[in-house]
């Protein structure tokens, strides 16, 4: 075989290298998984005390958590909010 054979045979193949097993498998593994903890914890830790006020601190702090890993595994989310921000003060 040629080296020119080669090259191609190399650039033909197909899955191509990604991240989209490694990304797959926390958002259906490692993200519920958290998720429960960290609800666990909550009730755990402030429930039990009656410490009410502060398990819903605690919990704006998750969801402020949770629309980061949204955005962060979201194709366009990012660019779409943007345009959607610039658009309240364009009127577009």
Request: hydrophobic share 55%.
């Amino acid at each position: 075989m040629t080296a020119m054979t080669l090259v191609t045979l190399a650039q033909q193949t197909e899955p191509a290298l990604g991240t989209g097993g490694v990304r797959r498998w926390i958002l259906d593994n490692l993200v519920p998984l958290l998720l429960l903890t960290v609800a666990v914890l909550l009730l755990w830790l402030g429930g039990g005390k009656g410490d009410n006020a502060g398990v819903m601190r605690r919990l704006g702090g998750v969801i402020i958590a949770l629309a980061i890993i949204g955005l962060a595994v979201t194709t366009n989310a990012g660019a779409n909010i943007g345009q959607w921000i610039a658009g309240l003060f364009t009127g577009g």
